[in-house]
């Protein structure tokens, strides 16, 4: 087998090329090893691989496989980390980031805006024992009052779901560390394009692959990327005995992302800021959120820590949860679903569906009003996405 290597190169180079492993044959395209076990010569290699495994020897699909190595290794090489683990979703790779690292009497402090599963996952620990603070992840004063010595980890979106509050990661990064606390950043919204993850500080950075990375909505997965120390000796451990590994198929859908990921996403947030743009001040919305906006209170911090809005807007129409479905059922292009980072624009409506959950109270906290909608815009032209929305709008 042979292992192509593209470290040290752009970006853009290292999603087409990083960690390709050729096998006999010289395919030129990834191969899906499609397969759970692998055969041992003998059964004192059987042995000794239980023992201690290299870079290309497997033994179980849950453990780890040839294809799902390839989409790991070039996951590591985009993120600037030394290793990384793939994963059945983002939630699997939430999950294990967040419990591989904690014991009972643990304690984790996590900004409050967090996507409604992850806030689930935080509750779990809870119940274990862990103590969580939660905190206004816009708001150092509260991060420095709450990470105190002894504090295992923080954790948070870099720009929360749905609000697009974006979290100073360098300052958050450097309090965190100031207590020896580890950085775990779910960095969905920023996408592997805009991250600057490693260099702003973070120790674990965890993606959901299912969003920008596959880019079409097909497949699930997720990926956590570290040190080679909290990938092999922390994270590996407790997700292949617990089960949250990815399937070879899946690995191969999103190792053809990668490879067109910088484009779309590209793409796509600069329709993003022209919608962004072009929607505000229109007499039936309340607010436009985007990062790329200069009225956006992060909007420099965005621009310092990403380059970029990204991909999702929030907008507020006036007039609430009717309104706000009206709006909805008479798009024509935008389809209603939950997903985001897709080639297809989708709108979701977080009070309902995604952030249902919460109580009344952490809704408003958190801006989620009956009004607001989120915005994943995708590939097609960003003028007929605006016509779509004000068509949709001018009911
Ligand atoms: C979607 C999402 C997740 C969960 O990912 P799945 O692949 O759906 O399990 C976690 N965090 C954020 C910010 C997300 O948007």
Redesign the pocket.
């Known amino acids: 087998m042979s292992v192509t290597s593209a470290k040290g190169l752009h970006p853009r180079t290292q999603a087409v090329h990083h960690g390709t492993r050729r096998s006999q044959y010289g395919e030129m395209a990834e191969a899906i090893y499609l397969t759970q076990g692998f055969v041992y010569d003998s059964a004192a290699q059987a042995e000794a691989r239980f023992v201690e495994s290299g870079p290309d020897e497997f033994i179980y699909a849950r453990y780890g496989n040839p294809t799902s190595r390839m989409f790991e290794d070039r996951m590591a090489a985009l993120e600037g980390t030394e290793d990384a683990f793939a994963t059945a979703?983002?939630?699997?790779a939430?999950n294990g980031a967040l419990f591989s690292l904690c014991a009972p009497g643990d304690h984790v402090v996590a900004a409050r805006a967090l996507?409604g599963?992850?806030l689930y996952v935080l509750d779990l620990l809870a119940k274990f024992g862990v103590e969580v603070s939660y905190v206004d992840g816009t708001d150092l004063d509260q991060w420095k009052s709450a990470i105190r010595p002894g504090t295992r980890a923080v954790f948070f979106?870099s720009v929360s779901?749905p609000g697009l509050e974006v979290i100073d990661m360098k300052a958050v990064s450097d309090l965190a560390h100031s207590a020896g606390a580890l950085v775990v950043a779910?960095n969905?919204?920023a996408t592997p394009v805009f991250s600057r993850a490693v260099e702003l500080g973070a120790d674990v950075i965890v993606y959901?692959?299912?969003?920008h990375i596959d880019g079409g909505g097909r497949a699930?997965?997720?990926v956590v990327c570290g040190t080679r120390d909290y990938i092999r000796g922390t994270l590996e451990p407790y997700l292949k005995h617990t089960g949250g590994a990815i399937s070879p198929f899946h690995s191969w859908i999103m190792l053809n992302g990668l490879a067109t990921m910088d484009l779309r996403v590209r793409a796509q947030a600069d329709s993003a800021a022209t919608i962004a743009k072009a929607m505000q001040g229109h007499p039936r919305l309340k607010q436009v959120i985007y990062p790329g906006l200069p009225d956006h209170p992060q909007y420099e911090l965005a621009m310092r820590q990403m380059g970029s809005g990204g991909t999702m807007i929030a907008l507020e129409v006036e007039g609430g949860k009717d309104a706000a479905f009206t709006t909805l059922d008479r798009l024509r292009i935008v389809r209603i679903s939950n997903n985001?980072g897709d080639a297809k624009s989708i709108v979701t409506h977080p009070a309902t569906t995604t952030h249902q959950r919460l109580s009344d109270e952490d809704k408003t906290r958190l801006g989620i009003t009956p009004g607001l909608l989120r915005l994943s815009v995708g590939l097609e032209d960003a003028q007929d996405l605006i016509g779509d929305l004000r068509q949709a709008l001018d009911h």
């Open positions: 979703s983002g939630m699997a939430v996507f599963s992850c979106e779901n779910d969905v919204f959901s692959a299912t969003k699930l997965a997720g985001l």
